[in-house]
């Protein structure tokens, strides 16, 4: 992918198929947007949505490096994709305890950055800026959720993993239960959106 920056020698890329979750952002908010508020004003704002989403992506990857980072493992790159991200860092020395705080940081980021936005959102009111930034909080609050979910590969079944191995203190025990946990999660995932068709 595109290499955007090195930030304490962690080098952070975008992917190429981001390139397609963006296009795909302002092929879908761009014409209802450009309806209501012309077609400079409505595009342009679905380009700042599809900015906002990589920017809160690559927070949440971040919160991950950093904490990582904080607990002496090594953080190769950080990588924003059509999958949404992905940290790579060497895992080797990680415990339960270590594992569930770097797994539950990044939806904590979009946490709050949903809840800034909200705030922000509600002080400016109806214009367009409140507008965007109530749809940038609305975004992070479902990411957050969504990673929460308990079932790998999301942050949500990192955590269940680490809560099965601290109480089994085998590490294979909590990935495959978790493993599980996340075929089950998906399963359930789409026969809610088959339910709402």
């Not at 990589?54 to 493992?73: D, P």
Request: net charge positive.
């Amino acid at each position: 992918g595109i290499r955007l920056a090195t930030i304490g020698s962690v080098p952070v890329y975008l992917g190429w198929s981001w390139l397609l979750m963006g296009g795909l952002i302002v092929f879908i908010v761009g014409p209802g947007s450009a309806q209501a508020h012309g077609p400079v004003t409505g595009y342009g704002i679905a380009v700042v949505y599809a900015l906002a989403l990589l920017l809160s992506v690559l927070a949440h990857e971040a919160a991950h490096a950093v904490t990582a980072r904080a607990f002496g493992h090594t953080v190769h790159r950080v990588v924003a994709d059509l999958w949404g991200g992905h940290t790579a860092f060497e895992a080797a020395r990680s415990t339960p305890a270590t594992a569930a705080a770097i797994a539950v940081v990044g939806p904590l980021t979009n946490a709050v950055i949903a809840i800034v936005c909200l705030v922000a959102s509600t002080v400016l009111g109806s214009g367009i800026p409140g507008l965007v930034l109530g749809g940038i909080a609305f975004v992070n609050g479902a990411l957050a959720v969504l990673n929460l979910l308990p079932g790998l590969p999301l942050d949500g079944g990192r955590v269940m993993k680490a809560g099965v191995w601290r109480l089994t203190g085998d590490p294979l025990r909590g990935a495959i239960a978790a493993g599980w946990s996340g075929r089950v999660v998906a399963v359930l995932s789409l026969g809610l959106v088959a339910g709402a068709h």
